[in-house]
């Protein structure tokens, strides 16, 4: 027999042993972090030699806890069934007669801090399992973590996103036992509404969106917050996104005319763009006709200002070009020429003509109303006196009149 197949019988002999010769053994978690003032749970599964699984009941089943300690009762922190004054408060949650040692404690504190042991009691059956859990109390909750997908890839913070890409933000955090349980929140500029979604291990929130340049260089910031009992404690992760696109040219565009015509064009891309300028669709650069300067606005804009002698007012168009890795755009400026100005200095002609016009004739519709008015009330007078005058004598001057002609 060759030593294959004698390791192989070896192999075989324990795999068997393990299956129908059950030991004493336990499954503990090596290290758990705790959150002072919430509470601690310890996951725990137990194993026990066959012969004793007569004597593990529901009724006479007993769970007891030893901190940095052995089987000694000063180091007794825990009684399933007769809680000690000085023992920590909590309960057991697993069922000890399905070999579910799992246990919580409420109200942690710095002392809770050390290394456990479990001991199962349970009429004949008793035994202290030497393997033992760690647990470490501290003031403040672990960080969240944030990391960033684009097309459902993950890639590290450095990296740079295309623009109209699709994006996830994932904040995942270790939940610690609390009551009620932690929520992650995020915060950022702009808003962006988020998709949260919870695990039982682990608290997840996602948020989704499709990248644009308003997005470049915004901080996201996940928080994840414990609600305690007396206070609120709270831990942050940040992630700041990178977001490269095509130049964009600002609305604020303009032309200024005075002895010389300047124009104005603003552009913010990233990579940071170039801008030039385009006179009869051909490019221009300094001359004793044209004065060309750029001003750099930030590490993605860009400012450009071009002046224009009048001698080249005539030209009817002039263009602005922005370029980067990711495109180009431009923009039209119409240029006043000298026969727009003619045509602007005859219209307001007209204009003042016309008023002109307009109060002339009202001050002679005015005046023509006035004169026929006071025609109309001298002819009234001029009739008034004409009936006094011409009206028949009375009776009393009738008589008069006889008696001076009898003498």
Not at 94 to 102: A, D, F, R, V
Not at 269 to 279: F, K, T
Not at 322 to 336: C, D, E, I
Request: proline share 5%; net charge negative.
């Amino acid at each position: 027999m060759d030593i294959w197949t004698a390791e192989k019988i070896i192999l075989l002999g324990f795999l068997l042993k393990g299956v129908c010769c059950r030991d004493f053994s336990i499954s503990l978690p090596q290290n758990i972090q705790a959150l002072s003032g919430s509470c601690v749970t310890i996951k725990c599964r137990f194993e026990i030699q066959e012969q004793y699984d007569k004597n593990l009941t529901e009724s006479a089943a007993i769970g007891l806890w030893f901190k940095d300690g052995d089987k000694m009762n000063d180091h007794l922190v825990f009684h399933s069934t007769d809680p000690q004054p000085n023992c920590f408060n909590g309960k057991i949650t697993g069922n000890l007669h399905e070999k579910n040692c799992t246990t919580i404690f409420y109200n942690v504190s710095s002392k809770h801090t050390g290394r456990y042991y479990f001991r199962i009691e349970s009429g004949d059956l008793k035994y202290f399992y030497t393997m033992n859990t760690s647990i470490n109390v501290t003031d403040s909750p672990p960080k969240p973590t944030v990391q960033l997908y684009v097309e459902q890839k993950e890639v590290q913070d450095q990296e740079e996103v295309l623009e109209g890409r699709s994006v996830s933000l994932r904040c995942s955090a270790e939940t610690l036992c609390s009551s009620p349980p932690p929520t992650l929140t995020w915060s950022s500029t702009p808003r962006i509404p988020l998709s949260e979604s919870s695990g039982l291990e682990e608290l997840i929130s996602d948020l989704n969106f499709t990248a644009t340049h308003r997005q470049h260089r915004v901080t996201f910031t996940c928080t994840i917050t414990y609600q305690l009992q007396d206070e609120t404690k709270t831990a942050q992760d940040s992630i700041t996104l990178h977001v490269q696109y095509a130049p964009k040219i600002s609305p604020s565009y303009s032309c200024n005319r005075t002895d010389v015509t300047v124009c104005f064009c603003e552009a913010d891309g990233n990579p940071s763009p170039e801008l030039e300028w385009h006179l009869s669709g051909r490019p221009v650069t300094n001359s004793s006709n044209t004065f060309i300067s750029e001003e750099r606005l930030s590490s993605t804009g860009l400012r450009s200002s071009i002046t224009l002698h009048q001698s080249l007012t005539h030209t009817s168009t002039l263009q602005c070009v922005s370029r980067n890795t990711h495109g180009n755009a431009s923009q039209l400026f119409q240029l006043p020429s000298s026969v727009a100005r003619l045509n602007l200095s005859v219209l307001i002609g007209v204009v003042v003509v016309a008023l002109v016009v307009m109060m002339m004739c009202a001050i002679i519709y005015t005046c023509v109303r006035l004169s026929t008015k006071q025609k109309a009330q001298n002819e009234a007078a001029g009739t008034y006196a004409s009936l006094q005058l011409s009206a028949p004598p009375s009776e009393y001057e009738t008589l008069n009149i006889k008696r001076s002609d009898t003498q």
